[in-house]
Nanobody
């Protein structure tokens, strides 16, 4: 199983970016997918997540500005980031709690995608 993140980049304050993350491989089901971010020297923190039933959770700092959505048909989660602020500058990581088969056994495992840099200039 692999999580591959797309998007990110540089934008001025007030602008928008869209991140996407696709799960591929032997994915039986997806319990939850989301995005975390981490600045140098700081702990990784949740930005937004969405469960298999569509329940969303957002960090207080992004509520009203970011929207997380998913496309079950292609095992992909999206993060639309609007009204970006310089403090949103971070490396963003896709996370997925997935069910997969390992050695014939069905397992629930946490996976991480590669980080993608988001830079917001003032």
């Amino acid at each position: 199983v692999q999580l591959q993140a797309f998007g990110g980049g540089s934008v001025q304050a007030g602008g928008s970016l869209r991140l996407s993350c696709a799960a591929s491989g032997k994915v039986f089901s997806i319990n939850e997918m989301g995005w975390y971010r981490q600045a140098p020297g700081k702990q990784r923190e949740l930005v937004a997540s969405v469960t298999d039933r569509g329940r969303t959770n957002y960090a207080d700092s992004v509520k009203g500005r970011f929207i997380i959505s998913k496309d079950n048909a292609v095992n992909t989660v999206y993060l639309q980031m609007n009204s970006l602020k310089p403090e949103d500058t971070d490396v963003y990581y896709c996370h997925g709690n997935l069910e997969t088969y390992i050695g014939g056994d069905r397992r629930q495992i946490d996976y991480w995608g590669q980080g993608t840099q988001v830079t917001v200039s003032s």
